[in-house]
């Protein structure tokens, strides 16, 4: 069993930042993908960014130059620093762990809030 948990969501202006954070706990292999994922209302889930256990990172366009993600492989923590915020931001954001046998384990979320 896997637990994502969660963290640093929250209101903000357009321009400002937030890191979340998602902190992994339970049996899983230390090969793996961590990544976030966002559903604005009325939209599919889409990807934000991915980390591999290796440090090898992805963007989606909208998060290249403004997003980072960032991996504590001993906390088996992910984080995501978000600049520059803007009102589409707006969203739930996931936190995702694939296995190498291609299972994904989800958070609950949290909720991100850009106000123009």
């Known amino acids: 069993q896997v637990q994502l948990v969660e963290s640093g969501g929250g209101l903000v202006q357009a321009g400002g930042s937030l890191r979340l954070s998602c902190a992994a706990s339970g049996s899983f292999f230390s090969i793996n993908t961590m990544g976030w994922y966002r559903q604005a209302p009325g939209k599919q889930r889409e990807l934000v960014a991915g980390i591999t256990s290796n440090g090898r990172t992805n963007y989606a366009d909208s998060a290249e130059g403004r997003f980072t993600i960032s991996r504590d492989t001993a906390k088996n923590t992910v984080y995501l620093q978000m600049n520059s915020l803007k009102p589409e931001d707006t969203a739930v954001y996931y936190c995702?762990?694939?296995?190498?046998?291609?299972?994904?384990?989800w958070g609950k979320g949290t909720l991100v809030t850009v106000s123009s």
């Open positions: 995702n762990l694939r296995d190498p046998f291609g299972r994904d384990y």
